[in-house]
Nanobody, 130 residues
Framework: QVHLVESGGGLVQAGGSLRLSCSVS????????MGWFRQAPGKEREFVTA????????YYSDSVKGRFTISRDRAKNKVYLQMNSLKPEDAAVYYC???????????????????????WGQGTQVTVSS
C-alpha cells in the first residue's frame, strides 16, 4: 500500500507563487510515475502534470505549461509542484497521484485520466485572489 499526503496549499494573490508538496510513504519502491490533478468547485477533476521515476520525462496540461513545474526528490520520497504566475482559474483542490504502471516515459497524450492512476492523496486547497 502507498500513502500520499499533500501540503502547501493556501491563499495567494493572482500572479503569485505556491509550492505544493506530496509526501509518499508505504511501499514506495512500487511507484513509478507521479502526478498532480486538480478539481475546482462544480468541475470534474482534471490532469495537471506527471513525471516519470527519474523526473526527466514530464508532461503538462496546456493550461499550466510554462507556469507549473513538477519535480521529485526520491531520497525524501517527495514530489513537488511549483506553481508560478497563478491565475484565479488555477484555484482548486490539488491532488497528488501515484502509479505503478505508467511509464517508463511520459509522452503525449499523457496519463490524463483518473483511472490510469493507482493511489491518491486527500488533496490540498489552493485559492487565488484576483
Amino acid at each position: 500500500q502507498v500513502h500520499l499526503v499533500e501540503s502547501g496549499g493556501g491563499l495567494v494573490q493572482a500572479g503569485g507563487s505556491l509550492r505544493l508538496s506530496c509526501s509518499v510513504s508505504g511501499h514506495t519502491y512500487t511507484i513509478y510515475s507521479m502526478g498532480w490533478f486538480r478539481q475546482a468547485p462544480g468541475k470534474e477533476r482534471e490532469f495537471v502534470t506527471a513525471s516519470d521515476s527519474t523526473g526527466r520525462s514530464t508532461y503538462y496540461s496546456d493550461s499550466v505549461k510554462g507556469r507549473f513545474t513538477i519535480s521529485r526528490d526520491r531520497a525524501k520520497n517527495k514530489v513537488y509542484l511549483q506553481m508560478n504566475s497563478l491565475k484565479p482559474e488555477d484555484a482548486a483542490v490539488y491532488y497528488c497521484a501515484a502509479s505503478f504502471s505508467i511509464g517508463p516515459t511520459i509522452a503525449p497524450p499523457g496519463p490524463i485520466y483518473e483511472y490510469e492512476w493507482d493511489y491518491w492523496g486527500q488533496g490540498t486547497q489552493v485559492t487565488v485572489s484576483s
